[in-house]
């Protein structure tokens, strides 16, 4: 009933740019935290970024002043800039949002299914 669909990603050269998009969609009446999650082979799926409902943005420690996160609250979408990649910048990359749907009093975690980012020469 709730869908979030990847996009952007691809193979690029150590320091160039990516722009990653996630839109979801459903029986959504509202969306609170969206956020990046990212998992290379043989490690743990990380935190990248998050972004509340009111523009509030966290970041890892690795992609400070690299990577920048949005998001367009009327088309629930979700964005990840991504400049000076690193090749250890290569993983996996899931959007993640927490959000209601119709007929629920709470909320719940709802997870894309990934997008390969490689950075590599």
């Known amino acids: 009933q709730v869908q979030l669909v990847e996009s952007g990603g691809g193979l690029v050269q150590p320091g160039g740019s990516l722009r990653l998009s996630c839109a979801a969609s459903?029986?959504?009446?509202?969306?609170?935290?969206m956020g990046w999650y990212r998992q290379a082979p043989g490690k743990q799926r990380e935190l990248v970024a998050t972004?509340?409902?009111?523009?509030?943005?966290d970041y890892a420690d690795s992609v400070k002043g690299r990577f920048t996160i949005s998001r367009d609250n009327a088309k629930n979408t979700v964005f990840l800039q991504m400049n000076s990649l690193k090749p250890e910048d290569t993983a996996v990359y899931y959007c993640n949002a927490d959000l209601r749907i119709r007929f629920s009093l709470g909320t719940s975690d709802y997870w894309g299914q990934g997008t390969q980012v490689t950075v590599s020469s």
């Open positions: 459903g029986s959504i009446i509202s969306i609170n935290d």
């Open positions: 972004i509340t409902r009111g523009g509030s943005t």
